[in-house]
């Protein structure tokens, strides 16, 4: 007997496509920028510039990844709900008796009456506002990033 497929199997698949093209992770300290205060940034040697070009360059690309698994988590979540929700339509639909209900009264009464759905629904909201908090921080990350890239720019640069 096979069981029944769930976005977990997508995410399944994509870990195991990424042990078939191995690339190692990345590791940063995990309290490296709490010794950075990003104001220091303007008085910084260039050694220190340094360090702060790789911690907050290295977060930023944490941080694409931790977006880009989000994105991945959630296009396999809407899938199943979305295949979910069509047979659950589909079933409200032809066990109509009468007149039909619309589609918003549809969505009331297979939400209502489907506790998985329901609950997958949640949970794709909660991840949307995980992503989105992510990108929020992804966002922070490269500003500060490109903010020392100038700094070390206007230092190097030559002036005539």
């Not at 870990?15 to 309290?31: A, D, G, L, T, Y």
């Not at 490296?32 to 911690?55: C, P, T």
């Not at 008796?97 to 969505?107: C, F, H, L, M, Y």
Request: with cysteine; glycine share 6%; charged share 25%.
């Amino acid at each position: 007997m096979t069981s029944k497929w769930s976005y977990q199997n997508a995410i399944d698949y994509a870990k195991q496509e990424r042990k078939e093209h191995p690339v190692p992770w990345v590791k940063i300290s995990q309290n490296a920028d709490e010794d950075l205060d990003f104001a220091d940034v303007i008085a910084a040697n260039n050694q220190e510039l340094a360090i702060f070009m790789s911690v907050y360059g290295g977060n930023k690309a944490i941080l694409e990844q931790v977006v880009a698994t989000h994105e991945m988590k959630l296009g396999a979540m809407k899938a199943q709900f979305d295949e979910g929700y069509n047979v659950a339509f589909a079933e409200v639909m032809q066990n109509a008796v009468g007149k039909k209900p619309t589609r918003d009264e549809a969505r009331g009464i297979i939400m209502g009456t489907n506790k998985f759905l329901g609950d997958l629904f949640k949970r794709i909201t909660e991840m949307e506002a995980a992503k989105v908090y992510e990108e929020g921080r992804l966002r922070l990350y490269t500003q500060c990033w490109n903010t020392i890239s100038r700094v070390v720019a206007l230092r190097t640069a030559r002036f005539d």
